[in-house]
């Protein structure tokens, strides 16, 4: 089936910390790959995607490559800030166009 | 550039009423989804719309809820007799079916419905 999986949190860091949250997804084809994030209270924010092999997705200094071999689109920033603490979702497309999300990952920066 | 827009933000009701939602998608959207989100986990997928037809249902979507979208602008979402375990975060995105890659738009979320069943 389609499923998405990704490391469990909390992850708490320093700030200007490097971050790293990994995910894999089940290989079903080659579904586009998705990062949202959530702020508390908010709803869901598209961070970057990626929708074919070796794609790099990038923005506000988050990254993340989809990786075919490994079935893994890990998500990296080389130094995050205080407001970068929320809850981030990697996602595949699955059929129908509907997204699968993994379970999400809290983040919390210390200044 | 308004974004997804869903009412109320906060619903808290007794056991076994009926309550509904309704979402707002980003204008000229042709997609509409409605996920549901408990705490700590990921969204789950619910049902999807493309323009008025409702073209999935998950497993998940009992018979106690349904959702329309009759002029395939606005969305509601209702449930019936509502339980416990329908205490949630309701969430609506809605996506574009413009552009050379249709099926690879990104879906804009909307800021969800909190229901609290007493």
């Known amino acids: 089936g389609n499923s998405v999986t990704q490391m469990e949190g909390p992850v708490t860091l320093s700030e200007e910390a490097f971050l790293t949250i990994n995910c894999t997804y089940t290989a079903t084809g080659y579904p586009s790959l998705f990062w949202y994030v959530q702020y508390p209270g908010e709803g869901l924010q598209l961070l970057l995607k990626a929708t074919k092999a070796d794609d790099k997705g990038s923005n506000k200094g988050f990254e993340a490559t989809y990786r075919k071999e490994t079935t893994s689109f890990h998500l990296e920033k080389g130094s995050v800030q205080v407001s970068d603490s929320a809850v981030y979702f990697c996602?595949?497309?699955?059929?129908?166009?509907?997204?699968?999300f993994g379970g999400g990952t809290r983040v919390l920066v210390k200044p | 550039d308004t974004g997804v827009s869903q009412n109320p933000r906060h619903k808290i009701t007794k056991r076994g009423q009926n309550v509904t939602f309704r979402c707002d998608p980003i204008?000229?959207?042709?997609?509409l989804y409605w996920y549901r989100q408990t705490l700590g986990q990921g969204p789950e997928f619910l049902t999807y719309?493309?323009?008025?037809?409702?073209?999935?249902k998950s497993r998940l979507l009992s018979d106690r809820f349904s959702a329309e979208r009759p002029k395939g602008s606005f969305s509601t979402l209702e449930i019936q007799r509502t339980e416990q375990g329908d205490s949630a975060m309701y969430l609506c995105a809605s996506s574009s079916l413009v552009g050379t890659a249709r099926d690879n738009q990104p879906q804009h979320f909307g800021d969800g419905t909190r229901l609290s069943i007493l």
């Open positions: 204008s000229e959207h042709n997609r």
């Open positions: 719309f493309q323009n008025e037809a409702q073209l999935e």
């Open positions: 996602a595949r497309k699955a059929a129908g166009n509907k997204l699968t």
